[in-house]
């Protein structure tokens, strides 16, 4: 399978199904200050477990860095 | 003073600090800590897979009130997606509207500006626009419903000051909505000049996040923000060509 993540594409595992599947295999674990875009639309954290990723996908994880 | 109100929350402190560009995590909660801010702003990145940014362990979203900003954004349609995926990650509908398409000044576009608080009011969001000192901009952000107008002292970062004074005074002079001055004060002195013109509360980063010692910058930072409140609570005197002599004018020896 083939996602866009952050504007990198690589090839994943096909046992990654879900945002939250992805999540953890990136090892991103303070979920509570992330927010997730699949294909341009925004995923609310509790249906990380629902929402589904699939080839070809373009996701995008964004967090809060220092800013004025 | 009445304390600052935003939108229908008060604060004590007309301190606003941003977080970018401190040197460590440490010297970032510290500062915050001593500046007496209750509200602080962030950016939003995407996330760095190989190096989580380490800013945001060092906030404390239970004791501030934190405010995502769209910096960053070129236009409407960028400030608006970055608002809505501020607001999924932080659960506050705050939102410190930022679009600058110009790289080298940061100046900010009233159009692309208005446009997106337009929609960002309408989606529910608490809309801190940053602007030009340009006070019919701000009566357009007015009626579009924003919380607040933060207009700029000089660009971003450049700690030039307050070189939008005469602008400045009649935003003060004409707003309804609290008036933040923001971006290029870079000493305190320039913060206590804004709260003596009027301002409602400043937001420094760079002057404090920059400076050798960040976490005394940020208490004189907050010293010359009490100080300028203090003066305006002590009735000043006003202005004026002539000399007012100190001492009596009679009563001299004789020649």
């Known amino acids: ?68 | 003073m009445k304390p600052l109100e935003i939108a229908d929350r008060k604060f004590k402190s007309r301190l606003l600090v941003g977080t970018g560009k401190y040197s460590s995590p440490d010297s970032l909660a510290e500062s915050l800590a001593v500046s007496g801010t209750e509200i602080v702003t962030v950016a939003l990145r995407r996330v760095d897979l190989n190096a989580p940014d380490p800013t945001l362990q060092a906030i404390d979203f239970d004791k501030y009130l934190v405010v995502p900003n769209t910096s960053g954004a070129r236009d409407c349609d960028e400030a608006v997606r970055l608002s809505r995926l501020a607001r999924s990650a932080s659960g506050l509908t705050w939102i410190k509207l930022e679009v600058t398409p110009d790289p080298v000044y940061l100046l900010p576009d009233p159009y692309e500006t208005l446009k997106a608080a337009e929609i960002l009011v309408k989606d529910g969001f608490t809309v801190l626009p940053y602007i030009h000192a340009d006070p019919v901009l701000c009566k357009r952000l007015e009626d579009a419903g924003c919380a607040a107008v933060m207009p700029l002292a000089s660009p971003i970062g450049s700690a030039r000051g307050i070189r939008t004074e005469e602008f400045l005074k009649i935003i003060i002079e004409q707003s309804n909505l609290p008036v933040v001055v923001d971006a290029g004060l870079g000493m305190p002195s320039h913060a206590a000049a804004a709260i003596e013109l009027g301002a409602d509360a400043v937001l420094v980063n760079t002057a404090i996040a920059a400076a050798d010692n960040s976490v005394e910058m940020a208490v004189a930072f907050k010293l010359a923000v009490e100080a300028a409140e203090k003066a305006l609570d002590s009735g000043p005197v006003k202005e004026s060509v002539k000399a007012e002599a100190s001492s009596p004018l009679t009563g001299f020896l004789d020649a």
Not at chain 1, 31 to 54: D, L, M, W
């Open chain 1, 1 to 68: 399978m083939i996602l866009k993540v952050n504007g990198k594409t690589g090839k994943f595992k096909n046992n990654i199904k879900t945002v939250a599947d992805l999540l953890s295999l990136l090892k991103i674990k303070n979920t509570e200050k992330i927010a997730v875009e699949v294909n341009r639309e925004i995923i609310i954290p509790s249906r990380f477990r629902q929402t589904p990723v699939q080839d070809k996908d373009n996701i995008e994880i964004v967090s809060f860095v220092g800013g004025g």
